[in-house]
C-alpha cells in the first residue's frame, strides 16, 4: 500500500518561511525514482493548483505564482520530497498536498497559513 505523508506545515507570518516534506512509503526506492513528484495546493473555495513538479529526468516546473520564491527537491534513496518555501504571503496560504502523477496518489495535506 503506497502512502505518502506530508510534515511541515504551520503558522507563519509573511516574508516568513516553510519546509515542507513528504515521505513516500510502500514502494522502492527505484520505483520512487520513476515518478513524478508534484506539489499542489488549496485554498478554501479554491482549486487545487500545481505548486511544483519534479520528474524522474530533473525536469522541474512551478506555477507562475511562485515566482522563485519556492523550492522543490527530491532524494530518491530516501523516497522524500521537499518543497522549500521562502518570502510567504497571507494568499499562499492553503493545504499543500504531495502527489504522484503517474498514479494519482495523494497525501492528506498539511496546512500552511501565512498571518500576521
Known amino acids: 500500500q503506497v502512502q505518502l505523508v506530508e510534515s511541515g506545515g504551520g503558522l507563519v507570518q509573511p516574508g516568513g518561511s516553510l519546509a515542507l516534506s513528504c515521505a513516500v512509503s510502500?514502494?522502492?526506492?527505484?520505483?520512487?525514482?520513476?515518478?513524478?513528484m508534484g506539489w499542489y495546493r488549496q485554498a478554501p473555495g479554491k482549486q487545487r493548483e500545481l505548486v511544483a513538479a519534479?520528474?524522474?529526468?530533473?525536469?522541474?516546473n512551478y506555477g507562475d505564482f511562485v515566482k522563485g520564491r519556492f523550492t522543490v527537491s527530491r532524494d530518491n534513496a530516501k523516497k522524500m520530497v521537499y518543497l522549500q518555501l521562502n518570502s510567504l504571503k497571507p494568499e499562499d496560504t492553503a493545504v499543500y498536498y504531495c502527489?504522484?502523477?503517474?498514479?494519482?496518489?495523494w497525501g492528506q495535506g498539511t496546512q500552511v497559513t501565512v498571518s500576521s
Open positions: 510502500g514502494i522502492s526506492g527505484t520505483i520512487f525514482s520513476l515518478y513524478t
Open positions: 502527489n504522484i502523477r503517474q498514479r494519482n496518489y
Open positions: 519534479y520528474t524522474s529526468g530533473g525536469i522541474i
